[in-house]
């Protein structure tokens, strides 16, 4: 049971940045495995010094990694700023931007998305 005059705890918002932080960082990580994964390929030709396949399964399945994280790193995004909103003012801390960790979360979604296009190329 809660009582009606507690005082709000900012320490919530630092909570739910803390988890959307941990998320985005899974999603970066995928993106990165998921470039070794599609080089990985390129590496094998140049032990076998054979430029005759494509390695389509390291590419494909690294491109897969890629958009897993870029996937992952929007639907935390999403899902922080749909809890912020549910938050009062009084709970937010004081002087601290929401919408920069969002936009810079947004931009590593559209890095994952180039880096999905280059390496399919």
Not at 6 to 20: K, L, Q, V
Not at 72 to 94: G, N
């Amino acid at each position: 049971m809660s009582e009606p005059d507690a005082e709000p705890d900012p320490r919530i918002y630092f909570a739910a940045e803390r988890t959307a932080l941990a998320w985005i960082r899974t999603g970066l990580t995928l993106m990165g495995f998921g470039f070794v994964v599609a080089r990985f390929g390129l590496f094998l030709e140049m032990l076998r010094q054979a430029q005759t396949s494509r390695h389509t399964f390291s590419i494909v399945t690294g491109v897969a990694l890629v958009l897993l994280g870029v996937l992952t790193v929007a639907a935390a995004t999403v899902q922080h700023t749909r809890f912020v909103a549910t938050l009062s003012s009084s709970q937010l801390p004081a002087r601290v931007s929401i919408r920069i960790p969002i936009l810079l979360a947004w931009l590593l979604c559209l890095i994952g998305l180039m880096l999905a296009g280059y390496l399919s190329v």
